[in-house]
């Protein structure tokens, strides 16, 4: 496969790629996960706010570790897809 047939959605053979669908085998799974990511984000932005409250610096990766909780968040909530 060429880099440009990469870089095109949907122009590879093999069929369309798509988020898996929540099931009731691994809905459990999803939730654990959405739990685990939520509490994580919570105490990241509980330890920033608590850091600026303090007056020490905050670390360069802590908004990339925020950012990153985020979009997987995200990406957990928008397996469902509407049919």
């Given at each position: 496969?060429?880099?440009?047939?990469?870089?095109?959605?949907?122009?590879?053979?093999g069929g369309n790629e798509?988020?898996?669908?929540?099931?009731?085998?691994n809905r459990g799974l999803y939730t654990l996960v959405f739990y685990i990511l939520g509490i994580a984000l919570i105490l990241l932005i509980l330890g920033w706010?608590?850091?600026?409250?303090?007056?020490?610096?905050?670390?360069?990766?802590l908004p990339v570790v925020i950012a990153t909780i985020v979009?997987?968040?995200?990406?957990?909530?928008?397996?469902?897809?509407?049919?």
């Open positions: 496969m060429a880099l440009s047939g990469a870089e095109i959605p949907g122009s590879r053979q798509a988020l898996p669908t929540i099931t009731k085998l706010i608590v850091l600026t409250a303090m007056g020490k610096t905050i670390p360069d990766s979009g997987a968040l995200v990406g957990a909530v928008a397996a469902e897809k509407a049919p």
